[in-house]
T-cell receptor, first 115, second 116 residues
Framework: GAVVSQHPSWVICKSGTSVKIECRSL??????MFWYRQFPKQSLMLMAT?????????EQGVEKDKFLINHASLTLSTLTVTSAHPEDSSFYIC???????????FGNGTRLTVT | AQSVAQPEDQVNVAEGNPLTVKCTYS??????LFWYVQYPNRGLQFLLK??????LVKGSYGFEAEFNKSQTSFHLKKPSALVSDSALYFC??????????????FGQGTTLQVKP
């Protein structure tokens, strides 16, 4: 079945540094990828929709200059958390879909801790 | 606006008993409904979806869900629960059957605890 690989699975960084998270579709071409944020024991909040070759579409309240998204190819989207602060600590999950009525496939998530 | 509600934060069942995880939705058009399961520190795994056709949808791991338009519900069910079914379950809705063109709106999640 379709596999989405997300890397790293966890990262600890110091306040003020930037962190890049990668999301790859391993056996299909993903024209669209989605980035979600999940707080403990809460639902997934959609942050942005990433379209290959074009700018990402951000949800209301999400700072596009802080959460940089690049979708340079049909198999890779990256989320960069710039100048991270402790309040950015969270579980970030990407998802991807190919063509047609295929369901979204999710990566295993990245646990970000900013100290 | 689209919304999904999962009225129970947690559901507890004994192994071997049937389980139900509830979901209701609110959309302005035809709903496309999904169930996902999440294990600790992992992403979401797709269980099943309703696009059109039979109201009873069968999915992975013996789960099924029934689409009820009059009650705007899409409850997840399994005839006989396993301890390994213990996880966090999310109901989601989209206005597009092709989820790559439509955003998924998730419910708040329900923790299923199956006790031996």
């Amino acid at each position: 079945g379709a596999v989405v690989s997300q890397h790293p699975s966890w990262v600890i960084c110091k306040s003020g540094t930037s962190v890049k998270i990668e999301c790859r579709s391993l056996d299909f071409q993903a024209t669209t990828m989605f980035w979600y944020r999940q707080f403990p024991k809460q639902s997934l909040m959609l942050m942005a929709t990433s379209n290959e070759g074009s700018k990402a579409t951000y949800e209301q309240g999400v700072e596009k200059d802080k959460f940089l998204i690049n979708h340079a190819s049909l198999t890779l989207s990256t989320l960069t958390v710039t100048s991270a602060h402790p309040e950015d600590s969270s579980f970030y999950i990407c998802s991807a879909s190919g063509q047609g009525h295929s369901p979204l496939h999710f990566g295993n998530g990245t646990r970000l801790t900013v100290t | 606006a689209q919304s999904v509600a999962q009225p129970e934060d947690q559901v507890n069942v004994a192994e071997g008993n049937p389980l139900t995880v509830k979901c209701t939705y609110s959309v302005s058009g035809n709903p496309y409904l999904f169930w996902y399961v999440q294990y600790p520190n992992r992403g979401l795994q797709f269980l099943l979806k309703y696009i059109t056709g039979d109201n009873l949808v069968k999915g992975s791991y013996g789960f099924e869900a029934e689409f009820n338009k009059s009650q705007t519900s899409f409850h997840l069910k399994k005839p006989s629960a396993l301890v390994s079914d213990s996880a966090l379950y999310f109901c989601a809705v989209s206005l597009s059957p092709a989820s790559n063109t439509g955003k998924l709106i998730f419910g708040q999640g329900t923790t299923l605890q199956v006790k031996p």
